[in-house]
């Protein structure tokens, strides 16, 4: 493995401190699922600093706020929020989400914030290929095997999909996260957490965290009379395997009529893919049966898949009818 050392700060004003003094080559080390598996597999955007952040108070928990809206600290281990009362009573779709990311031995070693800042599982990459994120000038994703972790909705320098389950159910919910950084808190969207490929203190990743920042808490506002969401997940295997495609869909409703609508797809694209087109020929129609199976014609119209994975837009497609049909149904 990487040779590496290992800070453990108590506050979050130190953590930052250690992160600004190494720059690029310091990284946050929470859960470490996905982190120790990039130093064994030596990659380059791998961290020679590591900034154990698990000894900091108050960043695992979940609790309600004074608004009837839920807030997840981003050390919260997704077993947790699988097995939580409060997020099963008002969020039942997020937990049915959380318990389909890998299995149970890795959810009970997992953060929250790991899962929405974790790096791409593209072959290449972890084999140790040369390619874009692993300081190369190539993505063989798009030029190889891409039947699996590759993006059917295009891509710019690297075509590996964004592979957390947890933030298109939370797109959904219109959640937002809090980072800590040097000059203060910072307050985005999950959505706007995870746009997609893009640089980032000179590094391709999928979020917008800079290396002195962290990310320390999600924000669920409180649910509304008459939502209803489901999720949907495709995957070779029934456990650890990550999504094929997946569908996070949320709907507002008065009796049966959508006054709103969410629909995310995951699996497919270097980010959440927020689908609007659907979003807008939703809203103002019946919840049915019926509409179900006229939703997939409107979704994915840009796609552009590669040479193996046209059939992840198949995939998103059939899991949106599946979920209307069980919201019409339900």
Not at 107 to 113: D, Q, V
Not at 284 to 309: F, I, M, V, W
Request: glycine letters at 10%; proline letters at 5%; one cysteine or more.
């Amino acid at each position: 493995m990487k040779k590496i050392s290992v800070y453990r700060p108590t506050t979050i004003e130190e953590a930052i401190q250690i992160l600004s003094l190494h720059g690029t080559e310091a990284g946050v080390y929470a859960g470490g699922t996905d982190l120790l598996i990039r130093l064994k597999n030596r990659l380059k955007q791998a961290p020679t600093y590591l900034v154990d952040i698990k000894k900091i108070n108050n960043l695992r928990y979940i609790k309600e706020d004074a608004q009837g809206g839920v807030r997840i600290g981003a050390l919260t281990k997704l077993a947790e929020m699988a097995e939580s009362d409060l997020l099963a009573r008002k969020y039942p779709m997020l937990v049915q989400a959380v318990k389909m990311i890998s299995s149970p031995e890795l959810r009970n070693a997992s953060t929250l914030g790991g899962d929405l800042l974790q790096e791409v599982w593209c072959q290449y990459l972890r084999g140790g290929y040369s390619c874009w994120r692993n300081g190369g000038y190539i993505c063989y994703g798009a030029i190889g095997d891409n039947s699996y972790y590759h993006s059917a909705m295009g891509g710019r320098l690297c075509y590996a999909v964004y592979p957390g389950d947890a933030a298109p159910a939370l797109i959904t919910l219109d959640a937002k996260v809090k980072l800590a950084t040097p000059s203060g808190m910072k307050e985005l969207t999950v959505e706007q957490l995870v746009p997609g490929d893009m640089m980032v203190d000179g590094r391709i990743q999928s979020h917008v965290v800079r290396f002195n920042e962290i990310l320390t808490e999600v924000v669920i506002p409180p649910p509304r009379p008459g939502f209803r969401a489901s999720f949907e997940k495709l995957r070779p295997r029934g456990v650890w395997d990550f999504a094929m495609a997946s569908t996070a869909l949320g709907l507002q409703l008065r009796d049966k009529t959508i006054e709103d609508a969410r629909v995310v797809f995951g699996g497919i694209s270097g980010k959440p893919f927020r689908e609007r087109s659907v979003e807008e020929f939703l809203k103002g129609k019946t919840l049915s049966a019926e509409l179900a199976g006229q939703a997939p014609s409107q979704a994915l119209r840009d796609a552009a898949p590669l040479k193996y994975n046209a059939t992840k837009i198949d995939m998103a497609k059939g899991l949106l009818t599946s979920g209307l049909e069980k919201l019409a149904a339900s």
